[in-house]
């Protein structure tokens, strides 16, 4: 599949860029966008959503560690390769300390500026039909992906549909969880109705019908409203364009630029186009990639010998190794001794060479077109693996395995050669066989953490697994860590914050 096209865009879009504030009361919402003849054709609409976009390029989302500081951190996967980011991994977390404040405002960010286009591009005559539904169905999924990120790490949060005054925005109270997520679902119902299935290949990366409904199935998932998951679920699998790769190792391989995203892919964050959705380029690739000039190999008498054979390839390892697997998930004896999937996704040998550590080969990059700091890898939020495996959980939960095994089975045909489908399984045996295999499909793809949170078993599942010397997440962990605490500056700015909860989210 071609990849998104470089293009140009005009200085106009400079007047759509948002400001990056790290707290969503610092600005008068109603004063960024002030130009009285916005929108008045389809460009000025699409550039504008094309700043949504941008928001999720931001370090503090998905550009570097951001979302998966919380998503991926502190779970029982994947760890630092030295003392690092011990604030978070370790359950240091408190207000003020690792509390997720940039992360915070920029999704307020997102709210804000998906509201504000939703109020424009509603109704407006002076687009297309065909513009108008587009961006209306980005701008809902944009706002429910960013009250998704905000009510799962923070519970209940402050909760608007409409650009507020500043004054208004600064008394703001939290609100129930449960009513946010009930409004998003039935956004996310009314983007899929005006989203498209697909795009063309220069506008690859944008949100499209099955991304709206991914989103929605996530929601009732995590409420777990069982029929309504299957329901979506299957609305995915048997009328959206995307399908399973044959090969396990192909859905990670984004080593072309130009063909990056692939029939798996139903929703992801674009960092090879510059310009259209934000900066070309990511260092979260650096956490996932050796830094091999000091690490490895294991055998340091080899380690000249290594780098040269790292050249002549075309290769380097200049990366961070601050994301590696935890001992236990890196052991291979602890996978199906059967499952292809281990070799697509863990490394601990490279070109003859035994590496100091494991890695994540899914995640890595080694060829020298995909530099420190400035890596073209796409972040992958949505695949249709994790489609079908939802789908298997929810039918299981609602009625047992009898039909639940089609859509798990239908994932691990190619994980294991010959094929090795499951039958035969209670609801309880199925329950814990689904669990582990989404830990086997999508690790460190974002979903482990708060799969064990909805689960109810991530502390017991902290306090046993093994890491590394250096961290102990173990002995901190308590039960007020499931969420974060709300962000100690946006207190200051608003202390209605803790009307409805003074204790806010256990850390005080």
């Known amino acids: ?32 966008l002030q130009t009285d003849n916005f929108y008045n054709n389809d460009r000025e609409a699409v550039l504008a959503t094309n700043g949504l976009y941008r928001i999720l390029h931001r370090g503090s989302l998905y550009r570097t560690r951001g979302l998966d500081n919380y998503y991926v951190n502190g779970a029982d996967l994947v760890g630092p390769s030295r003392n690092v980011n011990g604030n978070i991994h370790n359950y240091l977390i408190d207000e003020g300390v690792a509390d997720g404040n940039g992360t915070w405002g920029a999704l307020y960010e997102i709210v804000r500026n998906a509201s504000d286009i939703i109020a424009r591009v509603d109704g407006n005559e002076n687009l297309s039909e065909t513009i108008r539904n587009q961006v209306l169905g980005e701008a809902y999924f944009m706002r429910a992906l960013a009250y998704f990120h905000l009510t799962n790490l923070w519970g209940d949060v402050p909760y608007f549909r409409e650009l507020l005054p500043i004054q208004e925005l600064s008394v703001l109270t939290r609100v129930s969880k449960n009513i946010i997520t009930t409004d998003m679902k039935a956004d996310l119902e009314v983007a899929f109705n005006l989203l498209p299935d697909s795009y063309g290949d220069a506008e690859l990366g944008r949100a499209t019908k099955a991304a709206a409904k991914t989103l929605q199935a996530k929601y009732y998932l995590f409420d777990k409203e069982w029929q309504l ?52 380029g990511t260092s979260r690739t650096d956490d996932y990639t050796p830094r091999g000039s000091r690490d490895e190999p294991a055998d340091v008498s080899q380690r000249a010998a290594f780098l040269q054979d790292l050249e002549d390839r075309d290769e380097e390892m200049t990366g961070f190794a601050f994301a590696i697997p935890l001992p236990e998930f890196a052991d291979k004896a602890n996978w199906d001794a059967d499952d292809l999937r281990y070799d697509a996704t863990i490394v601990q040998e490279y070109i003859g060479y035994r590496l100091k550590f494991p890695y994540f080969r899914k995640f890595w990059n080694v060829t ?46 190619r994980a294991f050669d010959p094929d090795k489908p499951w039958s035969g399984m209670t609801q309880d045996s199925f329950r814990e066989a689904i669990r582990d295999e989404r830990k086997f499909e999508l690790a460190a793809e974002g979903h482990r953490k708060m799969d064990l949170i909805r689960w109810g078993i991530l502390l017991d599942v902290v306090k046993s697994v093994q890491h590394r010397p250096f961290n102990n997440p173990a002995a901190n962990i308590q039960e007020k860590h499931l969420l974060l605490p709300i962000p100690q500056q946006e207190l200051l700015l608003n202390p209605n914050l803790l009307i409805t909860d003074p204790t806010n989210n256990g850390y005080r």
């Open 1 to 32: 599949m071609k990849k998104i096209n470089k293009i140009t865009v005009i200085f106009i879009l400079g007047l759509l860029l948002f400001t990056n504030c790290d707290s969503f009361l610092e600005e008068e919402p109603k004063g960024i």
């Open 229 to 280: 998951t299957i329901d979506a679920c299957n609305e995915i699998i048997d009328k959206s364009p995307h399908r399973l790769l044959a090969n396990f190792a192909d859905v990670f391989d984004q080593t072309d630029k130009e063909n990056q995203i692939n029939e798996e892919h139903i929703f992801v964050v674009d960092f090879t186009t510059e310009g259209v959705f934000g900066d070309a």
């Open 368 to 413: 020298t077109t995909s530099p420190r700091f400035d890596h073209h890898e796409n972040y992958i939020v949505f695949r249709l693996a994790d489609v079908y495996l939802m789908a298997a959980e929810a039918e299981n939960e609602l009625n047992g395995p009898a039909n639940a095994y089609v859509y798990v089975n239908e994932v691990r045909k």
